[in-house]
């Protein structure tokens, strides 16, 4: 192929499929000419890849060939229904499939955690090791409680937020390679053990308990859903189902994290909310424990019944069958005496003449 000339033969249409492309509007006889301006194009692409050893030429083309593609074929947008679909059956169902694997990781968290609280309380030597006693006498006096009011409450819930989707995003990108996800979650049972045994020890276990349980109940839920939902991801990979490759299996599974991360950017943001404003505020403890709990339960109730539904659908009643045409009883009784007369055998010449013969 004489590459030079079929470039300048075929160089104008492809400069105006360029310039075409790069049109915000187009009208009807300019749509139209695209689509054959595209065709034509797609079509001398693979005569080049055929034919001509050029790279950069095929590599011009090909991005030419896609982006007049995705001109036609427009971007897709995301709608309400797709968005609503995500809150109603995407998340909640991918949360609630993985809901042994979370539960398992709240169980032994939460007994890690009032484990290393008991720990550290009954031995006051392991808290003055890990963070000094005058650190320890003055997180018990003032630097538990001042940490909730230290900055203003839109940042503090902005930098809450974060930092806890960073948190969740490892877990469930690293989740495949299982370490990383159990020392996550070992380092913030520890944080909870370590500075919980020095209220305790101090007798502010009241305090404690009052400023951490607010928001605690829903952040802690999230980090739980997301390193169950990793690790859920690291057994595809381990033990894959029969029906499904290893690679399979975890694609599935990993497909099944990004619903869970892009939902738990929301319940993060609800939790850095209810840690900034309802935390810190000057109101019974009763009432702030009461609204944590209440959004904790929410979720819940939102993941159980939902993600239920989602996984569960329900099956479609059949329809009844259809009343029979009523029956004609003076039909039926005159109809042997037609089929008689219709269907007689003729015995024959000889038929009804008795003994005549």
């Given at each position: ?12 249409q ?8 790069r ?33 950069a030429l ?74 000094g ?14 940490y ?23 877990c ?70 029969v ?42 403890v ?40 009523p ?12 089929a ?18």
């Open positions: 192929m004489d590459l030079d000339a079929y470039v300048a033969e075929h160089g104008g492809w400069r105006r499929l360029e310039q075409l492309c049109r915000r509007h187009l009208d009807a006889a300019e749509i139209d000419e695209l689509v054959a301006l595209y065709q034509r194009t797609a079509t001398q692409l693979s005569t080049l890849r055929s034919r001509s050893p050029d790279p095929v590599s011009q083309l090909s991005h030419l060939v896609l982006r007049a593609r995705a001109r036609l074929t427009g971007r897709p947008r995301a709608s309400v229904a797709t968005v609503t679909r995500f809150l109603l059956v995407g998340f909640p169902g991918a949360v609630y499939r993985a809901w042994p694997w979370w539960c398992g990781v709240a169980s032994g968290f939460t007994l890690l955690s009032f484990f290393l609280i008991w720990f550290v309380a009954g031995n006051p030597d392991t808290a003055a090791a890990f963070i006693e005058d650190a320890a006498a003055d997180l018990a006096e003032s630097g538990f409680a001042g909730y009011t230290e900055s203003s409450a839109p940042t503090f819930a902005f930098h809450l937020w974060t930092h806890n989707a960073w948190v969740a995003a490892q469930l990108a690293a989740g495949v390679l299982i370490v990383p996800v159990l020392y996550l979650l070992w380092q913030n049972a520890l944080n909870i053990g370590v500075v919980g045994g020095v209220m305790v020890s101090y007798d502010r276990a009241d305090v404690f308990f009052g400023l951490i349980t607010p928001h605690g109940l829903l952040e802690l839920t999230g980090v739980f859903v997301a390193a169950g939902v990793g690790l859920r991801t690291a057994w595809a990979w381990i033990a894959p189902p029906d499904l490759t290893r690679g399979q299996a975890v694609a599935r599974a990993g497909r099944s994290a990004i619903l869970v991360a892009l939902g738990l950017v929301g319940l993060f943001a609800v939790s850095a909310l209810v840690e900034a404003f309802v935390t810190p505020a000057p109101v019974p009763a009432l702030r424990v009461g609204i944590g709990a209440g959004v904790w339960l929410a979720f819940l109730a939102y993941v159980l019944v939902l993600g239920h539904q989602a996984t569960h659908p329900p099956t479609p009643t059949p329809e009844p069958a259809s009343d029979p045409d029956v004609d009883h003076e039909v039926i009784a005159a109809t042997p005496e037609v008689s007369d219709d269907f007689m055998i003729n015995p024959g010449p000889g038929a009804g003449r008795g003994g005549q013969s």
